[in-house]
């Protein structure tokens, strides 16, 4: 049965263009929900409302979740409440940015 361990695995191969961390470490995933028919829905945010990746990124990461085995459909909802800031990034990519 498909859950949110698969997603987020599939997230982390995502990577912000401009910053060598991946999307789910970098915290801008604010919520995953799966459903037991497969059905995915994914709450993410940008590190700025002007970010050059806005028109595609979040495209992008709902073809990564389609990919997933037993995925039937993903939706991906770009929210900017609340405001993303590096309290969200995991210790891993602080560590990785040298903010630790």
Known sequence: MLNQTQIIEALRTVYDPEIP???????????????ESGVVEVDMTLTAPAC???????HEVGR???????VKDATVRLVWDP??????MSEEALLQLGML
């Open 21 to 35: 961390v991946n999307i789910y470490d970098l915290g801008l995933i604010y919520r995953i929900e799966v459903d």
């Open 64 to 70: 990564v979740i389609d990919g997933v085995p037993g």
């Open 83 to 88: 405001p993303w800031s590096q309290e969200r």
């Open 52 to 58: 050059p990746v806005a028109g595609t990124l979040p």
